[in-house]
């Protein structure tokens, strides 16, 4: 789930990189933040997603660790 989940979030940066470059090149203001928002969005998923994964890990090691001890 992990690899679909970021996948999903650099495609939508992607696409928000491109309505950015197509609001500038034609003035569009809007279609501009509508690309930065996009951009935006796609980080802050990719960075809890990223913490989500990191916190499993942690868990996991934690549990390793206690398993170990017994």
Request: net charge negative.
């Amino acid at each position: 789930m992990g690899i679909l989940d970021k996948a999903k979030d650099k495609a939508e940066q992607l696409i928000g990189e491109a309505k950015e470059k197509i609001g500038q090149m034609t003035g569009n203001e809007s279609l501009e933040n509508a690309g930065k928002r996009d951009q935006l969005a796609g980080e802050v998923k990719e960075a809890g997603h990223d913490l989500r994964d990191k916190a499993a890990g942690a868990v996991d090691d934690l549990k390793d660790e206690l398993s170990d001890d017994k």
